[in-house]
């Protein structure tokens, strides 16, 4: 295949519609005959219903009707796919029954001709509340003595799950050191900056139900509706427009999407409900939350040989989609990008009276990289050596792969000292390194961190998946030659529109202008999964590709047909079938497609038409690394932290299109060093969310970021025909570890090891006044 | 109250509440939706337009207090059905990713670039705060004022060459 | 994010303002740029039954000089403020301490007289306002009075103006032009506002010695305040580095100071003497 368009930049195809404002969101969306619903939560953290008035609210102008929980008794829990042995999974009703165990559990639902009118109605709704002890604590949350959350159960442990694997005992036993340390991942809220929206109209005559949702996965969401409202599946189509951001928060089945597609069915009337961002904060799924004490078995030559990692993991009050799960992961990438010949990991899930976490980008794997990079640099400080020699000494060799893992994963490909040369390179680290001696002679504090990152990628082999890990592709030449790609991925500002577009039109020898992908619309797409995982492309786009690749096995039995020629000498080149060495005879893809169609002169049992789907089970997961190097420089005064460089040199495998991967990686990067700076969702003990609004929980803005210096290294995936790994975690995954072990290392001369996240500057000036005493 | 105001250079004259709020005028009435709303409390910046040629944040307006003034949003920066240089240098340098901030990054740039025709990029990342984007870490976005700005106004020293 | 029904006026002239004020007492607002109070009813924080547009009186938006002052009506917004030549040029500060405040949208549409009655502790202008020791013009059903910066803000969220009274203008000094002047900042990263700001007058004689002085700190204690233990340090001084440090100490001394998650109390005392010095050394030409 020629490549005029796989590994360009090419600008993408969905932007020209959402630079202009013409692009649909869902809360854009206008039905005729639309009504408001919005939403009465619960303003505790913890606390009995005594008992809820709307009759005040009834009387209220517009109100059309108002739904309780009640009179929601019908419509099935909200679920959980994470299925773990032993796993409490508490009933989980779209709208409270007799308690409420978060601020922002939804209780009432009133529906209204307009948005103005509905909100009115919804504060002269009354509950009363009997408040409860609220269970915010992580670690007392686990205690016997706590109090209950769920009173079916007997604790608040949702549920414990450990992975071992070589032999820890040796390991420690043969340690030379063994280093401690806890280590917290806070809380964190996701953003994305369209709030959920859902729209719901169901048609009685057709019996049919369709939900508009900002969401990552059509699909699953379709079939987990259909459930909880009792529908058949094939009565049911999600319909997912232009989504403004997931990153783990709309890879979920909220109550919402359940009760608005109910309140549709009792009113026969379309309804509409966008999330306002407060109730973004308090009801859309958070991520993070884990505390872990860790012990380091470690070699005087640098060497790790063992890992426990224990953790408690905070599950909120409920479970969302995948919210027991999310630890899991961390496991499994314990051991990072180093040959590490034993590692445990123990978690206990815990249930407190806040919102779910659950898959925020990442999901698991930050927490993982988190642990093993700071290890590296603890491992370094112990033993006064330079952090990249520990990272040297520990890397398993290029050779080495497919690398297999204590943890009992097989890394794919890679080749781990490739990028860190290159970053050290690019950052000038020995520079750096002999400037911070310089600085700290005259009192100023430069530190250089460094993190050499492995993730896991291209979710994945299906038996290792809640709920399958193919994914699906339906490519279909249109009787005039356009060609249609349907993808079971639903993007959701990736830019795959594009990206697989450049993949079918270097296939079909096309412009990509012919070409126009599909997705997020469960009644013209074949079943899917969806976007998440960084799995889109790896997996998504390799279903587009076996489909063309089948497709034009069917057009070489045509081809040999119309061109009287054997099978086994047509040949497919730019856009035409032609039998090999013979310029003469051809047809072009287009010609075949009206034949196909037209269908007056086919083989014997060729099937009319040139469409063909595939669905692509991996066989593995694929493992991207790469090394972010960061230079910051500590405020004496304030304890800020001023980022002095940022290099980040990725391997994602092959690339389709190096613009939206460096895209990907910007983005992400933020978004890690949003969590290392400045992001924590706060709750106090009585369980109320403090960092509730944009006023109070901070991500970053442009000013609050440096210029990002990118490089890659290419080493292509074996998993895929592509090539491919996947990108969209990794800046995330990588860059957490990098600034906090660049403020450590600038800390070094006042004997810190560790410090918590969010580095806000008061804690780093804490540390600085502690030495100055 | 009775509301009369200028959107896109188009008049509109419509019967609301006291409180309906700008962006709820745009979207609704003006039926408008390229202008977006993502939070509550004035910090996002998703539904700047241009009121009077000032980027404004129309969530924290009152649609009265734009009374007889002229409002520009997204939709309105197309000229004669051609992208505003803006816009094109979005799209050339990847500067956006789920589209959602954008409208309101673009009118942000838009004022940026009126006030100060070659900012640094220190100029641009200030110019741009009351603006979040949570996709692409504000690179290439900065490239993309960087290089609208370019073209929109060259360098002195080559103005003068013409 | 929808603030409740009200009842909407738009006079045209403070006095009309003035009289609907009296007229709806305590459930009236008056609305400015709307960036302090809109936020607040959109979270229902703030539910006003009449709301009394401000923008249609044009005096409130002027800017004049009069007896080495200017005028600054209410209604002046951050930006006018932070770029008006006249101000950048002859009330530094003032300019200086606009340019900090929320972000460039915010700026468009936040005004002066807004965000000063809002008496915010967090809010920006208190520090430079104390500093520059600016008069309140306003006007309530009893005719005309000025308040001193000083006397305007008595609390949290709490001004001198009695019900009904309307912030007119400020007047504000010209400074002479060997007075220097800052506003330094430390910014709650969610929301802008300010954790401390420290505003600062100097000047010094030929000499090299502290002729003049005056630090307003906002965002530390429940109200803005003058740190006049410093001023009295630093007056009659050479303004050098190591002078300026020590006269920056313990600025908050006496300040109920309130912690919270963005800034324990401690941390806020600290950073009140690194503002102030910060504000001090950049306003003697010492630093930038």
């Not at chain 1, 307009?114 to 002890?133: G, W």
């Amino acid at each position: 295949m020629a490549q005029q368009y796989i590994g360009q930049s090419v600008k993408r195809t969905e932007d020209p519609r959402l630079i202009t404002g013409l692009g649909h969101y869902v809360d854009d969306m206008k039905l005729h005959d639309m009504h408001y619903v919005a939403f009465v939560r619960s303003i505790h953290g913890h606390a009995r219903i005594r008992s809820v008035d709307i009759s005040a609210a009834l009387q209220m102008p517009g109100v059309v009707r108002i739904f309780t929980g009640e009179d929601c008794r019908s419509i099935g829990s909200i679920p959980c796919a994470g299925a773990l042995e032993g796993l409490k999974v508490p009933a989980h009703p779209v709208l409270a029954l007799e308690k409420v165990r978060y601020v922002g559990e939804p209780i009432v639902a009133v529906v209204a001709t307009s948005l103005y009118l509905a909100r009115d109605a919804a504060e002269a709704v009354t509950v009363d509340y009997q408040s409860l002890p609220a269970v915010v604590d992580l670690e007392r949350a686990a205690s016997a003595d706590s109090p209950r959350i769920h009173e079916e159960f007997s604790d608040n442990i949702a549920y414990t799950w450990a992975l071992t694997g070589g032999d820890l005992d040796q390991a420690f036993k043969e340690a030379d050191k063994v280093i401690k340390q806890r280590m917290v991942h806070q809380r964190l809220i996701p953003v994305a900056m369209e709030p959920r929206a859902v729209i719901a109209r169901f048609l009685p005559g057709e019996h049919e139900l369709t939900l508009w949702s900002s969401t990552q996965i059509p699909h699953l969401m379709r079939t987990q509706v259909a459930i909880m409202l009792g529908l058949a599946e094939n009565h049911v189509r999600v319909i997912t427009p232009e989504v403004g951001g997931g990153f783990g928060s709309k890879l979920n089945v909220y109550g919402e999407e359940a009760a608005l597609g109910f309140i549709s069915m009792q009113l026969h009337k379309p309804v509409k409900w966008a999330e306002t961002r407060r109730e973004n904060f308090a009801a859309t799924i958070h991520g993070r939350g884990q505390i872990g004490d860790l012990e380091v078995a470690i070699k005087k030559d640098g060497r790790v040989t063992g890992i426990r990692y224990k953790v408690w993991a905070d599950l909120g009050a409920y479970h969302q989609l995948l919210t027991p799960a999310i630890p899991t992961l961390t496991g499994l990438m314990l051991t990072g990008s180093y040959r590490i010949p034993a590692a445990r990991m123990d978690v206990t899930g815990v249930f407190t009276n806040k919102m779910a976490t659950d898959a925020y980008r990442g999901a698991g794997r930050p927490e993982a990289t988190y642990v093993i990079e700071r290890v590296m640099d603890l491992v370094a400080q112990e033993l006064s050596m330079d952090p990249v020699d520990v990272r040297r000494v520990n890397f398993p060799a290029k050779k080495d792969f497919p690398f297999a893992t204590a943890t009992g994963l097989t890394y794919d490909s890679g080749n781990y000292d490739a990028p860190l040369k290159k970053a050290l390179k690019l950052a000038e680290y020995k520079k750096w390194r002999r400037e911070q001696q310089k600085a700290r002679k005259k009192g100023r504090y430069i530190g250089i961190g460094l993190s050499t990152y492995v993730e896991i990628c291209a979710m994945g082999p299906s038996p290792a998946m809640p709920a399958g890990g193919w994914e699906s592709a339906t490519v279909r030449i249109e009787p005039t030659g356009k060609v249609t790609v349907l993808t079971g991925a639903s993007p959701h500002g990736q830019g795959q529109e594009t990206s697989f577009a450049q993949i079918a039109a270097d296939m079909l020898g096309v412009t990509i202008e012919d070409i126009r992908v599909l997705h997020g619309d469960t009644g013209v797409v074949q079943y899917g999964i969806g976007t998440f995982g960084s799995r889109a492309t790896a997996v998504g786009g390799t279903a587009v590709y076996r489909a063309i690749e089948k497709l034009l096995q069917k057009g070489t039995l045509l081809a040999a047909h119309l061109l009287q020629a054997p099978k086994k000498e047509i040949q497919f080149e730019g856009g035409k079938f032609s039998i090999k060495g013979d310029a003469s005879k051809s047809i072009s893809l287009q010609e075949m497609a009206l034949a196909s169609y037209t269908a007056k002169n086919l083989p014997v049992n060729f099937e009319p038409g040139l469409s063909s789907t595939y669905y692509f089970e991996p066989k593995n997961f694929t493992f991207p690394f790469g090394t972010h190097i960061c230079v910051v420089e500590l405020d004496g005064d304030t304890g800020e932290i001023k980022i002095l460089k940022y290099v980040a040199v990725d391997d994602c495998g092959k690339v389709i299109n190096p613009l939206l991967v460096d895209g990907q990686i910007h983005g992400g990067i933020a978004q890690g060093l949003g969590q290392a700076l400045m992001e924590e969702a706060v709750y106090d003990e009585s369980g109320q969310l403090i960092t509730g609004t944009l006023m109070d929980y901070a991500i970053p803005r442009a000013n609050d970021l440096p210029w990002f210096e990118l490089d890659r290294t290419v080493t292509p995936s074996p998993v895929n025909p592509l090539g491919v790994k996947g990108v969209g975690e990794a800046g995330t995954i990588g860059s957490t570890p990098a600034l906090v072990n660049a403020v450590v290392d600038a800390l070094q001369p006042f004997g810190v090891k560790h410090i918590d996240m969010p580095l806000r500057p008061e804690k780093i000036w804490k540390l600085l006044q502690k030495e100055a005493q | 109250m009775e509301i009369s105001l200028n959107i896109n250079g188009q008049p509109f004259k419509e019967d609301v509440e006291p409180r309906t709020l700008l962006v709820h005028f745009i979207r609704e009435n003006a039926q408008l939706t390229g202008t977006h709303i993502g939070c509550e409390t004035t910090i996002c910046g998703a539904c700047t337009v241009l009121l009077d040629g000032r980027a404004v944040k129309s969530c924290t307006l009152l649609a009265a207090q734009a009374r007889g003034k002229r409002v520009t949003t997204i939709e309105g920066l197309l000229e004669k059905g051609e992208l505003h240089p803006i816009q094109k240098a979005f799209w050339e340098e990847h500067g956006l990713q789920c589209g959602y901030c954008t409208p309101g990054m673009i009118l942000a740039a838009h004022q940026l670039l009126q006030q100060n025709p070659h900012p640094s990029e220190a100029e641009i990342r200030h110019g741009i705060e009351g603006n979040l984007c949570r996709c692409t870490g504000y690179q290439h976005i900065v490239k993309a004022i960087q290089s609208a700005a370019a073209k929109m106004s060259p360098p002195r020293s080559a103005s003068a060459a013409r | 994010m929808i603030p409740e029904s009200f009842e909407y006026f738009a006079p045209t002239s403070v006095q009309e303002a003035v009289s609907l004020a009296q007229r709806h007492g305590e459930e009236a607002k008056f609305l400015s740029g709307g960036h302090s109070l809109l936020p607040m009813m959109k979270l229902r924080l703030a539910t006003p039954k009449f709301v009394i547009d401000l923008g249609g009186i044009r005096e409130l938006t002027q800017i004049t000089e009069e007896g080495g002052k200017f005028r600054i009506g209410a209604l002046v917004n951050h930006h006018t403020l932070e770029s008006s030549e006249k101000i950048r040029g002859r009330c530094r500060l003032l300019a200086q301490t606009a340019a900090q405040i929320g972000d460039p949208q915010v700026r468009n549409c936040g005004t002066l007289g807004g965000s000063v009655s809002h008496a915010d502790p967090a809010a920006d202008y208190p520090a430079a306002l104390l500093a520059l020791e600016v008069e309140m013009e306003v006007e309530g059903p009893g005719g005309r009075r000025r308040i001193s910066a000083a006397d305007f803000f008595v609390d949290l969220f709490t001004s001198a103006l009695k019900p009904s009274e309307l912030l007119v203008a400020v007047h504000v000094p010209v400074l002479e032009s060997n007075v220097g002047s800052a506003y330094k900042k430390l910014r709650q990263q969610a929301s802008g506002f300010a954790i401390v700001g420290a505003a600062a007058i100097v000047a010094k004689d030929e000499g090299g010695k502290c002729q003049r002085v005056a630090i307003g700190i906002t965002g530390v204690g429940p109200k803005a305040f003058r740190a006049t233990a410093a001023e009295k340090a630093l007056l009659g001084k050479s303004l050098t580095e190591k002078n300026i440090e020590k006269a920056c100490h313990q600025i908050a001394s006496g300040i109920d100071v309130q912690g919270d998650i963005h800034a324990s109390s401690d941390y806020r005392r600290a950073m009140a003497d690194v503002f102030a010095r910060r504000a001090v050394l950049a306003a003697a030409g010492l630093s930038q």
